[in-house]
């Protein structure tokens, strides 16, 4: 595979760019690793988030009712046109400002599948993550994606680690986490200069009832001092409230007055944020 993405490289004129996060997969091995890992349903419509050379794209299109690819960089959008692949839209755009719902519109559920552009994993799985469909949008039922192997980490970090912590609850809230593969920079076309790994996000309703715009601002104050306890680090991050007035909280849900942020997993912070009043 590696001589192939070198040809259309060639014959493209193409340059690779880094600012892009542009590390093409040339392993078709882990490739096929990657779509039996989504554990896609049959006639399943995937959302490919930078497709590149199309790798991915194409073992998708072979057994996808439909593949909707969004790639940034306007250069391969005619490498990837030129493939004709009928099953297979290809859009130029920016993930990060596209319009998911509009974008979306007329699907009943779909899966996201992709090699995520390192520079902006968080904010692309925040985006997908955190997307509620209005009237008869599309759902997004699972998430396997590709990324360094720290953010996979933090993703499914367990409490008390220094991974732990307001990404890791992010998901906790939305998803169930699974591991589908670590993969070596040898896979790469070029050598990206981290490591990677392959992680599955299934969507599942958590039954939850509490304020979600409130619970993860004091999640993210809970975690801005992380040294420090979580009252104080509440306190010195804005948290508009009393020291008693959270003292007090801690004490009547059962949690130690110098507990820390990395003490508490999401249903701490869910009953927290309940009773906080706030
Ligand atoms: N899927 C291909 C593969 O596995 O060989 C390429 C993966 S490469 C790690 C990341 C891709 O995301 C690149 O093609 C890059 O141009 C694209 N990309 C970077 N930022 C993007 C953005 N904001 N929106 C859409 N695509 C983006």
Not at 122 to 149: D, R
Not at 185 to 200: N, W
Not at 256 to 271: C, G, M, P, S
Request: with cysteine.
């Amino acid at each position: 595979m590696l001589n192939n993405l070198k040809e259309q490289i060639e014959k493209y004129n193409f340059s690779i760019k880094k600012g892009y996060g542009q590390n093409f997969l040339i392993d078709k091995g882990m490739i096929n690793k990657i779509v039996d890992g989504a554990k896609l349903p049959e006639k399943s419509i995937v959302l490919e988030i930078g497709p590149g050379f199309g790798s991915l794209t194409n073992a998708l299109s072979s057994i996808c009712e439909k593949v909707i690819c969004i790639e940034i960089d306007k250069s391969l959008i005619p490498i990837l046109e030129s493939y004709n692949l009928l099953n297979v839209q290809v859009i130029h755009s920016d993930f990060l400002k596209l319009d998911l719902e509009e974008l979306l519109k007329g699907y009943s559920e779909l899966h996201v599948v992709a090699n995520l552009p390192y520079y902006i994993s968080t904010p692309i799985i925040m985006k997908l993550l955190t997307y509620k469909p209005t009237n008869n949008g599309a759902h997004i039922k699972s998430m396997t994606m590709m990324m360094q192997k720290e953010v996979a980490a933090r993703l499914k970090a367990e409490k008390n680690s220094k991974e732990y912590g307001s990404l890791t609850l992010a998901v906790g809230y939305y998803a169930a986490v699974s591991h589908v593969a670590n993969v070596p920079s040898g896979c790469f076309h070029p050598r990206p200069a981290v490591e990677s790994t392959v992680i599955r996000l299934e969507k599942k309703e958590n039954g939850f009832q509490t304020d979600e715009r409130k619970l993860f601002s004091l999640i993210k104050m809970a975690f801005a001092k992380r040294r420090k306890t979580l009252v104080n680090s509440l306190l010195l991050s804005g948290f508009e409230g009393t020291k008693e007035q959270i003292s007090s909280t801690l004490s009547a849900l059962g949690i130690k007055e110098n507990t820390r942020a990395e003490d508490l997993d999401l249903e701490d912070y869910v009953r927290l944020n309940n009773h906080l009043h706030w």
